[in-house]
């Protein structure tokens, strides 16, 4: 199944108006969100469980699967509040903060960001926050909490899954920048979360499963990893990544 053209993703967006009503009349809580996911199945998935307006306040006016795309449907319909996946084609969800800095500070409207991502790892949770995040939930968030989310970053709050917080609280706290790890850096955000999900214990099935890709595909960035750290099987991986404390 393909994913939509950045002129469909633009057009099938509701236009924003900055005035709509919560459906059902006045009085109750509303906010205009747009899903970013390169995932079809994610999007529809978080709208079937949160995007039933009468019941959660929750409108979604837009979606969006890379980096052009989610500007575009972004700067069209201005939502509230977008919430973003980190890893992403066309340069990740950094590249979407970066791209709409100028939204985010419009003292009017401003435009609000909630990662959504099944990564933890602490360089992707404070990487985004630097960007201008608000928050940063994983995807194994109940639908309750992520609507709860949703309106907390709507109303200007940080939000944080549990043990994410941490890695933010520290990394602001210290005035010294991360140190950069060369051989980290060589892997792509996809061949990241695989490395991550070996390191566990998952089985190929079980990351195919979690990742929404194909077990050949898992296979392959398994290779590549193996390839670019110059280890030999998933043993030495599994080392190597407790070693940098990336488990």
Same mark, same amino acid.
């Given at each position: 199944?393909?994913?939509?053209?950045?002129?469909?993703?633009?057009?099938?967006?509701?236009?924003?108006?900055?005035?709509?009503?919560?459906?059902?009349?006045?009085?109750?809580?509303?906010?205009?969100?747009?899903?970013?996911?390169? #995932?079809?199945?994610?999007?529809?998935?978080?709208?079937? $469980?949160?995007?039933?307006?009468?019941?959660?306040?929750?409108?979604? +006016?837009?979606?969006?699967?890379?980096?052009?795309?989610?500007?575009?449907?972004?700067?069209?319909?201005?939502?509230?509040?977008?919430?973003?996946?980190? #890893?992403?084609?066309?340069?990740?969800?950094?590249? +979407?903060?970066?791209?709409?800095?100028?939204?985010?500070?419009?003292?009017?409207?401003?435009?609000?960001?909630?990662?959504?991502?099944?990564?933890?790892?602490? $360089?992707?949770?404070?990487?985004?926050?630097?960007?201008?995040?608000?928050?940063?939930?994983?995807?194994?968030?109940?639908?309750?909490?992520?609507?709860?989310?949703?309106?907390?970053?709507?109303?200007?709050?940080?939000?944080?899954?549990?043990?994410?917080?941490?890695?933010?609280?520290?990394?602001? *706290?210290?005035?010294?920048?991360?140190?950069?790890? $060369?051989?980290?850096?060589?892997?792509?955000?996809?061949?990241?979360?695989?490395?991550?999900?070996?390191?566990?214990?998952? *089985?190929?099935?079980?990351?195919?499963?979690?990742?929404?890709?194909?077990?050949?595909?898992?296979?392959? #960035?398994?290779? *590549?990893?193996?390839?670019?750290?110059?280890?030999?099987?998933?043993?030495?991986?599994?080392?190597?990544?407790? *070693?940098?404390?990336?488990?």
């Amino acid at each position: 199944m393909s994913e939509p053209t950045e002129a469909n993703a633009a057009a099938e967006a509701a236009p924003a108006d900055g005035t709509a009503e919560p459906a059902g009349g006045t009085g109750r809580r509303h906010v205009r969100v747009v899903l970013v996911d390169d #995932h079809r199945m994610f999007r529809t998935g978080v709208q079937a $469980e949160i995007g039933q307006t009468e019941q959660t306040g929750v409108e979604v +006016v837009g979606e969006a699967a890379d980096v052009d795309q989610a500007v575009t449907v972004i700067t069209a319909t201005r939502p509230e509040v977008v919430l973003l996946d980190v #890893h992403l084609p066309g340069g990740g969800g950094m590249e +979407v903060l970066r791209r709409c800095t100028s939204l985010m500070g419009d003292p009017e409207r401003p435009v609000r960001f909630l990662a959504l991502s099944v990564s933890d790892a602490a $360089e992707d949770v404070i990487g985004v926050i630097r960007s201008g995040a608000r928050g940063y939930v994983t995807k194994t968030i109940t639908g309750t909490d992520l609507v709860d989310s949703i309106f907390r970053v709507q109303e200007g709050d940080a939000v944080f899954s549990p043990r994410l917080a941490g890695f933010v609280l520290d990394a602001f *706290a210290s005035t010294d920048a991360p140190p950069v790890d $060369e051989d980290l850096d060589r892997l792509t955000q996809r061949e990241r979360e695989v490395l991550r999900l070996i390191a566990r214990g998952y *089985a190929y099935k079980e990351i195919a499963k979690q990742l929404f890709i194909s077990v050949k595909t898992v296979e392959s #960035h398994v290779s *590549a990893v193996l390839r670019k750290l110059q280890l030999s099987n998933r043993h030495e991986l599994t080392r190597w990544a407790t *070693a940098r404390r990336l488990v």
